[in-house]
């Protein structure tokens, strides 16, 4: 078992539990105050990852046998950081405007600096978003596979709506029954599922949360003011359930959603759409959207196209035949590849979210 060191007080007692550092992963630590310990303790094999140190403490690391990762400077972001993040960090500065925020100011760095040739940028967005995994699989490393849902959708979905509505109660009756539910981090039927999956309250007081949102029912029209009442909402009812969203910077333009108690960005979106349909062994719900919900569609489709037995299948659900059938007409597809395959018991196409999740008890979710 690996010993993970992600804060001071961590480190201190782990020293204090073992008095030794030897194979001791620590990261993103201020050690500039612990000299002393550092080179009275026995750190062969130890992993020093992006920790602050002075010059002369990481010199005596690395030639006591320790790997010394050094801080990468002049960056929006840690790239080592040993957590997920919460919607208050990335939305810090918000008093400001969206803008002023830790989010924007990632996003900006991020179409400056990452282009083609520029390794260091490259290298930073490399160990971020590993560090972001790192963090995701300690939260999910305790759930059964089997209880964890994927909710996609669009961003499009406006609050107040009667799909915003019912995609919020879907997520709400999933993580009632015990559910951990994930969505793709963003606004729309994405915000709709970490809102439902957050929310502690009654369903009556579910839809009370749904109609206060309205008042700023757009993201694209003004996102100040749609980040503000989110807050806002968050404030005045009970959001206290843990759910995650797994957004990309990869989309600049699509903010991600203040619902979600841990968010897992990303980089990387191809990393980001493995990641998150790979997590969410009890079942994928898709709600309309467009090119990167559809991509999710057939992302999801192939491992269960290869899979030997029904059982190794993750349950996909479509909800809105006619979407589905006419507008984007994904599911004749899906349900062709199918034909003669385990997964064909396993996919779904249902016209509400009441049969979307009849669908995923049937399977065993839930």
Same mark, same amino acid.
């Given at each position: 078992?690996?010993?993970?060191?992600?804060?001071?007080?961590e480190f201190d007692a782990l020293l204090g539990s073992i008095g030794t550092l030897a194979g001791v992963f620590v990261q993103s630590?201020?050690?500039?105050?612990?000299?002393?310990?550092?080179?009275?303790?026995?750190?062969?094999?130890?992993?020093?990852?992006?920790?602050?140190?002075?010059?002369?403490?990481?010199?005596?690391?690395?030639?006591?046998?320790?790997l010394v990762f050094p801080r990468l400077p002049d960056l929006p972001f840690d790239a080592y950081r040993p957590a997920l993040y919460?919607?208050?960090?990335?939305?810090?500065?918000?008093?400001?405007?969206?803008?002023?925020?830790?989010?924007?100011?990632?996003?900006?760095?991020?179409?400056?600096?990452?282009?083609?040739?520029?390794?260091?940028?490259?290298?930073?967005?490399?160990?971020?978003?590993?560090?972001?995994?790192?963090?995701?699989?300690?939260?999910?490393?305790?759930?059964?596979?089997?209880?964890?849902?994927?909710?996609?959708?669009?961003?499009?979905?406006?609050?107040?709506?009667?799909?915003?509505?019912?995609?919020?109660?879907?997520?709400?009756?999933?993580?009632?029954?015990?559910?951990?539910?994930?969505?793709?981090?963003?606004?729309?039927?994405?915000? =709709?599922?970490?809102? +439902?999956?957050?929310?502690?309250?009654?369903? %009556?007081?579910? &839809?009370?949360?749904? /109609? #206060?949102? *309205?008042?700023?029912?757009?993201?694209?029209?003004?996102?100040?003011?749609?980040?503000?009442?989110?807050?806002?909402?968050?404030?005045?009812?009970?959001?206290?359930?843990?759910?995650?969203?797994?957004?990309?910077?990869?989309?600049?333009?699509?903010?991600?959603?203040?619902?979600?108690?841990?968010?897992?960005?990303?980089?990387?979106?191809?990393?980001?759409?493995?990641?998150?349909?790979?997590?969410?062994?009890?079942?994928?719900?898709?709600?309309?959207?467009?090119?990167?919900?559809?991509?999710?569609?057939?992302?999801?489709?192939?491992?269960?196209?290869?899979?030997?037995?029904?059982?190794?299948?993750?349950?996909?659900?479509?909800?809105?035949?006619?979407?589905?059938?006419?507008?984007?007409?994904?599911?004749?597809?899906?349900? =062709?590849?199918?034909? +003669?395959?385990?997964?064909?018991?396993?996919? %779904?196409?249902? &016209?509400?979210?009441? /049969? #979307?999740? *009849?669908?995923?008890?049937?399977?065993?979710?839930?």
């Amino acid at each position: 078992m690996r010993n993970d060191v992600e804060s001071l007080d961590e480190f201190d007692a782990l020293l204090g539990s073992i008095g030794t550092l030897a194979g001791v992963f620590v990261q993103s630590v201020d050690l500039t105050r612990r000299s002393s310990v550092l080179r009275g303790a026995d750190v062969a094999g130890a992993i020093f990852l992006g920790c602050k140190l002075r010059p002369t403490d990481a010199s005596h690391l690395s030639r006591a046998g320790a790997l010394v990762f050094p801080r990468l400077p002049d960056l929006p972001f840690d790239a080592y950081r040993p957590a997920l993040y919460s919607p208050d960090e990335l939305y810090h500065g918000l008093e400001r405007g969206y803008s002023a925020t830790t989010d924007a100011t990632i996003f900006a760095w991020s179409q400056h600096q990452l282009r083609p040739g520029d390794l260091g940028a490259d290298l930073a967005a490399a160990l971020h978003d590993h560090a972001i995994s790192e963090a995701l699989g300690q939260i999910v490393a305790d759930v059964d596979p089997q209880q964890i849902v994927g909710i996609m959708g669009g961003h499009a979905q406006r609050r107040g709506t009667g799909p915003y509505r019912a995609s919020a109660h879907l997520a709400h009756g999933l993580a009632e029954a015990g559910v951990l539910v994930l969505s793709g981090g963003g606004p729309g039927a994405m915000e =709709a599922a970490n809102l +439902g999956a957050s929310f502690t309250g009654t369903a %009556h007081e579910l &839809d009370d949360a749904v /109609d #206060a949102l *309205a008042s700023a029912a757009g993201w694209s029209d003004d996102l100040t003011a749609w980040a503000r009442s989110a807050q806002q909402v968050r404030a005045a009812y009970p959001c206290r359930r843990l759910s995650l969203g797994i957004p990309t910077w990869f989309y600049g333009h699509e903010p991600p959603n203040l619902f979600a108690a841990g968010i897992a960005k990303y980089f990387i979106n191809a990393l980001r759409e493995d990641i998150l349909l790979r997590l969410c062994r009890g079942g994928l719900v898709y709600l309309p959207g467009a090119a990167g919900t559809v991509q999710e569609v057939f992302q999801a489709v192939t491992p269960n196209y290869y899979a030997a037995a029904e059982e190794a299948v993750v349950p996909l659900v479509l909800v809105g035949a006619e979407f589905w059938t006419e507008t984007v007409p994904a599911w004749p597809l899906l349900h =062709a590849l199918a034909a +003669g395959r385990p997964m064909a018991e396993r996919i %779904h196409l249902v &016209d509400s979210v009441q /049969d #979307a999740f *009849a669908a995923l008890r049937a399977t065993g979710t839930s």
